[in-house]
């Protein structure tokens, strides 16, 4: 009688917990937004690669709505543009002409904290990430060296790290939904390509060594935010 006793109130306690734990849970907050993106290339990144265009999805969840600190998520793609570099004329022979063409498609994740004012018709906030870039590259160095034709390939595919922070505001236009525009600067290390003014040549050979090098971009964000 005593072991059924015990489990007994056991049992109570359990059921007397539960509202407690479904109501913790209803206090979360969700938000959810969907942006097109314009991408412009920075650093080392900005000598070969061009304007970009990109899609985002970014999830935000609120432990608690009443405080302004958010765990936000971000999955996007970005796709920069072919673009066309001549190899400084000092670095390579007189009659010699060599171009450089990249091109390239990034897709990328990252997680972490946003903070920012929470109710109201405007709302503005602060956020960073970490996650990873996927790069897909394609360079193709093509033209004319020691009177011969001359073409080269320096693609690059990888997974590498990568962080950015960023800031926005969001306006209420109708309950449950608002409209977001943000700014972010994304940093990615690891990619390997080549610069058009460290090409050389030498006679009928041609040194284009391609090296880790961050990929720094600025995205401009705009789209809808749906959630309360």
Not at 120 to 131: D, K, L, R, S
Not at 150 to 178: L, N, P, Q, T
Not at 205 to 228: H, M, S
């Amino acid at each position: 009688m005593r072991l059924a006793r015990i489990g007994f109130g056991s049992a109570l306690a359990a059921i007397a917990l539960m509202p407690v734990v479904v109501h913790a849970a209803s206090q979360r907050s969700y938000l959810a937004g969907g942006y097109t993106m314009a991408d412009f290339p920075l650093g080392d990144w900005g000598k070969v690669a061009g304007f970009g265009i990109g899609l985002d999805g970014t999830n935000l969840t609120y432990l608690d709505p009443a405080k302004p600190l958010a765990i936000r998520s971000s999955l996007g793609f970005i796709y920069n543009f072919s673009r066309t570099q001549d190899v400084p004329k000092s670095n390579i022979g007189a009659n010699d002409k060599l171009s450089l063409e990249t091109k390239n498609g990034t897709l990328y994740f990252g997680i972490g904290p946003e903070l920012g004012k929470r109710g109201g018709a405007m709302n503005p906030f602060i956020f960073g990430t970490v996650g990873f870039n996927t790069y897909w590259t394609a360079s193709n160095l093509s033209g004319t060296v020691g009177g011969l034709p001359y073409e080269a390939k320096y693609g690059d595919s990888r997974i590498a790290f990568a962080w950015a922070g960023g800031a926005g505001i969001r306006k209420h236009v109708s309950h449950g939904e608002s409209v977001e525009l943000s700014v972010e600067y994304r940093s990615g290390g690891g990619h390997m390509y080549v610069l058009p003014d460290q090409v050389t040549t030498s006679g009928t050979a041609v040194n284009a060594e391609r090296k880790a090098r961050t990929t720094d971009q600025l995205l401009l964000r705009i789209g809808t935010v749906l959630g309360y």
